[in-house]
């Protein structure tokens, strides 16, 4: 979460930009009384810090968030094996084929919220 507390009253408006590292993820949604959301799948696996950056608007200046650490886990899988012909006989040539598929369902891309407060 990132949080601005600007000196003027009011609710903020503009965009929030979501960063990973220098990379931009994209412009979060807003959701209203200051705060803007925003979901991507686009992470790879391993560790990534992803700030906020507030752009400001005509009564509140532009800001940025600290860093969140957000570790991303690799997909577990299962791996099925098959022989074909079966049944095979002696000193025939035999095909063996692996299947690796996700073990679970695809989670949920990851959401993050930005709170910036008037």
């Known amino acids: 979460m990132a949080t601005v507390s600007p000196q003027f ?5 503009g965009t929030v930009t979501f960063f990973d590292g220098t990379n931009s993820l994209g412009t979060g ?3 209203g009384a200051g ?18 950056s507030y752009g400001g608007d005509a009564n509140f ?6 860093g969140l650490v957000q570790n991303v886990s690799r997909t577990a899988t299962t791996v099925a094996i098959a022989a074909s ?3 095979f006989r002696f000193r025939q040539v035999v095909t ?3 299947a690796v ?12 919220e930005c709170h910036v407060h008037g």
Do not use: D, V
Request: net charge negative; hydrophobic share 25%.
């Open 61 to 66: 200046q532009s800001s940025g968030s600290a």
């Open 96 to 98: 063996f084929s692996a």
């Open 29 to 31: 949604t807003s959701a």
């Open 35 to 52: 705060s803007w959301t925003f979901n991507t799948s686009s992470l790879t696996p391993g560790s990534h810090t992803i700030t906020a």
């Open 9 to 13: 009253s009011g609710t903020p408006t």
């Open 85 to 87: 012909p079966i049944p």
């Open 101 to 112: 598929t996700p073990s679970n369902s695809a989670p949920s891309p990851p959401e993050w």
